[in-house]
């Protein structure tokens, strides 16, 4: 299995501040990387997909970038509403594996 | 617009049985697979597989191969995800998903996920 691993598993960020998520694939993945987004009791939603396409309806604040084994979730400018937990999810191969999340709380 | 509507919460006994209901609406349904994922309490999400809404074909991650089985019914637009023989550690919260196939590089992704139904094992 791929194994996706996530850095940080947590961080505390202010309301402005730039944050960045990174995930790293176990082996080579091309481009086939998405971002998730989860707030607690809620589904999660898709942010970005093959690597660094913002999905429909997100905000620009957020980008992503990196190919093959190395990817980052970039948020220019935290909101509010951003405080989640962020997941990386590859379907380069089955099974699809996530990353094991990052929390972003309140500085 | 796509909407998944999942089924409400369960509390079993362990050895039981139970069905979960996907309902899609806002789409053509058999022009889309749907991933199913179980994220336990406090945990992180899980990829159980999908089924493939055109042929009907199945296709299961290591370690949901025996008691978990995916279905569908094309006439009312909703996939079911059955799990047999219940244990404890069964007890997450289940959600569906529509896979989206990106062309031409041929990459699936989940791009609209279910509401969410949490299933209680417990004697």
């Known amino acids: 299995d791929i194994q996706m691993t996530q850095f940080p598993s947590s961080l505390s960020a202010s309301v402005g501040e730039r944050v960045t998520i990174t995930c790293r694939a176990s082996?080579?993945?091309?481009?086939?990387l998405h971002w998730f987004q989860q707030k607690p009791g809620r589904a999660p939603k898709l942010l970005i997909y093959?690597?660094?396409i913002l999905q429909r309806g997100v905000p620009s604040r957020f980008s992503g970038s990196g190919s093959e084994t190395d990817f980052t979730l970039t948020i220019t400018s935290l909101q509010p509403e951003d405080f989640a937990t962020y997941y990386c999810q590859q379907t380069y191969d089955s099974p699809r594996t996530f990353g094991q999340g990052t929390k972003v709380d309140v500085k | 617009q796509v909407q998944l509507v999942q089924s409400g919460s369960e509390l079993k006994k362990p050895g039981a049985s139970v069905m979960i209901s996907c309902k899609t609406s806002?789409?053509?349904?058999?022009?889309?697979?749907l991933s199913w994922v179980r994220q336990a309490p406090g945990r992180g999400l899980e990829w159980m597989g999908w089924i493939n809404t055109n042929t009907g074909n199945p296709t299961y991650a290591q370690g949901f191969t025996r008691r978990f089985v995916f279905s569908f019914d094309t006439s009312v637009t909703t996939a079911y995800l059955r799990i047999n023989s219940l244990k404890v550690d069964d007890s997450a919260v289940y959600y569906c998903a529509r896979e989206i196939l990106l062309l031409p590089a041929w990459i699936y992704y989940m791009d609209v996920w279910g509401t969410g139904t949490a299933v209680a094992v417990s004697s």
């Open positions: 082996q080579k993945i091309s481009n086939f």
């Open positions: 806002g789409y053509s349904f058999s022009d889309y697979a």
């Open positions: 093959a690597a660094s």
